[in-house]
């Protein structure tokens, strides 16, 4: 089982931007597609984005509209999640999560391995 480890949240202004890391390691990380998800309390983990295995085919949620980007290098067990032009809807805690499989997933229910969260808050 792969091991993730999320970092890079904090406190923004709205119109700001964050750069969120998941650390993997454990397994072969590049046998491994990766999402991030984001959940408030009391709400569902939602989804925000995936990335497969090899680093390509990007997907995105909705709401994301082109201010958010997915990346990974696997040669450092790394995958990136960097968000632009923030907004307090978006203040959540962060998850990345893994799933042994070439792409990735909107269902967190297809996921294997999670972290334990990143908090990223957005004021107006």
């Known amino acids: 089982q792969v091991q993730l480890v999320e970092s890079g949240g904090g406190s923004v202004q709205a119109g700001g931007s964050l750069r969120l890391s998941c650390a993997a390691s454990?397994?072969?990380?590049?046998?491994?597609?990766v999402g991030w998800f984001r959940q408030d309390p009391g709400k569902e983990r939602g989804f925000v984005a995936a990335i497969s295995r090899s680093g390509g085919t990007p997907m995105y949620a909705d709401f994301v509209r082109d201010r958010f980007t997915i990346s990974r290098d696997n040669a450092k067990n790394m995958v990136y999640l960097f968000m632009d032009s923030l907004e307090p809807e978006d203040t959540a805690v962060y998850y990345c999560a893994a799933r042994a499989y070439i792409f990735g997933s909107k269902s967190a229910g297809d996921y294997d391995a999670w972290g334990r969260g990143t908090q990223v808050t957005v004021s107006s």
């Open positions: 454990g397994r072969i990380f590049s046998d491994y597609a």
